[in-house]
């Protein structure tokens, strides 16, 4: 058990499932839920460096409304944010607690669904030449937003999709058809895309993950070294993410169910997925 069970001294006794076929059983797993979210979240208040800066009024209900009147679409989350501000990280540390777990949730990459720029690469020689001649890379129509749309619809009534493919090795090449991905109860998407748009509406939790300047450029310069990026290019693409976050991705926040905060111990934000998962599978059928 992680730290945030034991502090509530939740113990391994299961309790009787009821029939979430029925209303009235949807009804009483969304008043369970709602009792568990309160107290992760009372819990948060009291961590140094809590997880959840802010989560909208009318979150909590509307989503489980959407579980009782709407059961069998999987739920759809959307996950955008800032560079550098820890979406991928995030992801990362999801995906090692469903491989632990065997967690039905599926994550997706948006940035998979930018355009092939390959042509436009090689007329102006590199992607560095390209964005310095005034592209603008980030702008929402240089994504496949309607594919995304598409593929994110597909999902939630339970297909699986063959997602595209983008090379980030900088030929700017695009293969559609590339990633397989599955169907499951819960589908996370993330990336700058998600916001954009239409695409937002489709979310059923709208998560916007923030941090500190100071952090991002931190964080983005060392990711550039590792990557053998030349610092004084690194700085001019600091320059344009930040420009290009500020007019394009900073206005999700004001529309996110929840803003997250990026500079959280990650550590304790395990604990936090792993108590979810255990009181959403503490039910037994019974005898």
């Not at 900088?170 to 954009?196: C, H, R, Y």
């Not at 952090?215 to 001019?236: H, P, S, V, Y």
Request: charged letters at 30%; a neutral charge; glycine letters at 4%.
């Amino acid at each position: 058990m992680n730290a945030l069970i034991e502090t509530y001294s939740l113990n391994d006794e299961k309790l009787q499932k009821p029939n979430f076929n029925t209303k009235i059983g949807r009804e009483f797993l969304a008043f369970y839920l709602q009792t568990k979210f309160k107290e992760i979240l009372k819990y948060d208040k009291k961590n140094q460096k809590n997880l959840f800066l802010s989560i909208r009024d009318d979150f909590i209900q509307d989503f489980l409304n959407r579980l009782i009147n709407y059961p069998k679409k999987r739920i759809l989350i959307g996950i955008t944010g800032e560079s550098a501000c820890g979406k991928s990280t995030i992801c990362d540390k999801i995906q090692t607690v469903v491989d632990k777990y065997n967690m039905p949730i599926t994550i997706i990459g948006a940035d998979n669904y930018f355009n092939d720029i390959s042509n436009l690469i090689k007329k102006y020689g590199s992607f560095d030449i390209l964005r310095d001649s005034g592209y603008d890379v980030d702008a929402p129509e240089n994504f496949r937003l309607e594919l995304l749309k598409q593929h994110a619809l597909i999902l939630q009534m339970g297909e699986d999709i063959l997602a595209p493919k983008y090379l980030t090795n900088g030929t700017g090449v695009s293969v559609l058809n590339e990633i397989p991905f599955k169907s499951n109860k819960i589908i996370v998407i993330e990336g700058m895309a998600t916001m954009f748009d239409d695409i937002k509406d489709i979310f059923d939790i709208k998560i916007y993950i923030d941090a500190d300047r100071k952090t991002r450029r931190k964080r983005f310069l060392e990711r550039a070294q590792l990557r053998n990026q030349d610092k004084a290019n690194a700085l001019k693409h600091w320059d344009y993410v930040e420009s290009a976050g500020k007019k394009y991705i900073r206005p999700a926040k004001d529309i996110a169910d929840i803003v997250i905060n990026g500079e959280c111990d990650l550590e304790y934000f395990v604990d936090i997925v792993e108590f979810i998962n255990h009181i959403t599978n503490c039910f037994e059928d019974a005898i």
